[in-house]
């Protein structure tokens, strides 16, 4: 670079800031050429900040979908993603937990006498039964909903009868299947009058956008003998956690 200071010439010094690269001398024919040094990257972060590579964030996971299961893989279950359409960085919807619990009594007065059975559903109106409504908890994530039953019955018997007292539970429209819980089995059982407290647990999964329930009926069997039955009280701890 030059300019005319009278009958003499005056030279310049052309300084290159940080990050740029000068080369030539500013002749005709070796003019001035300026650059930009390569930026350095890293946490994921890759490009030249060029027009042909520009910066971009370049997550473990790529544009994969969400992972269903979690492993210590980031490459398969990394939870930042770049949508391939938009070129926008996405996480999965937080995670959501409610917990609910309830009693109800079945019976309000007795005793209710049953003969010798199989096992049989008392009453298959009158159960306990925790619903899950699609998408109330995260339209987003599938969930896990499980359920906590707790019986408390008041029953009574003759000497000799011999008899099993459970819950028989339902996954959605699936089989009730009857759950031993407590009884009195053998030659020689004698009279009695007890309260009996039992737990048994439930638990499903569902993926997003589905609805599910879980049912607990009361249930008998009655080898010999008859069985009185004064009162059943259930207790339901629900719990629902989005997957």
């Not at 009278?6 to 010094?13: L, N």
């Not at 050429?33 to 964030?57: D, E, F, K, N």
């Not at 949508?83 to 005793?111: I, K, Y």
């Not at 199989?118 to 109330?136: L, M």
Request: net charge neutral; glycine share 12%; aromatic share 8%.
């Amino acid at each position: 670079m030059r300019r005319c200071c009278g009958a003499t010439e005056c030279s310049c010094v052309v300084v290159a800031g940080s990050g740029i690269t000068l080369s030539g001398n500013g002749s005709t024919s070796t003019p001035y050429t300026v650059s930009t040094s390569p930026l350095l990257t890293g946490c994921g972060l890759t490009g030249t900040g060029q027009a042909g590579s520009p910066l971009s964030v370049r997550p473990a996971g790529g544009s994969a979908a969400w992972a269903t299961a979690w492993s210590c893989d980031s490459a398969v279950n990394s939870t930042l993603k770049c949508d391939p359409t938009t070129g926008l960085l996405w996480t999965p919807p937080e995670h959501a937990a409610a917990m609910v619990s309830s009693r109800q009594e079945h019976f309000n007065s007795g005793p209710f006498t049953f003969g010798v059975t199989g096992w049989a559903i008392i009453g298959p109106d009158i159960n306990s039964r925790a619903q899950y409504t699609a998408d109330s908890l995260s339209p987003c994530r599938g969930i896990a909903l499980g359920v906590t039953f707790t019986g408390h019955v008041e029953a009574s018997w003759p000497a000799g009868a011999q008899f099993e007292i459970g819950y028989a539970v339902q996954v959605d429209a699936g089989t009730a299947a009857a759950r031993r819980m407590v009884g009195r089995l053998g030659t020689a059982v004698p009279a009695g009058l007890e309260e009996f407290t039992f737990t048994t647990h439930q638990a499903a999964v569902y993926a997003p956008h589905v609805g599910g329930t879980l049912t607990a009926y009361r249930a008998v069997r009655v080898v010999s003998g008859t069985l009185n039955v004064n009162s059943w009280v259930t207790e339901m701890m629900i719990n629902v956690t989005t997957r």
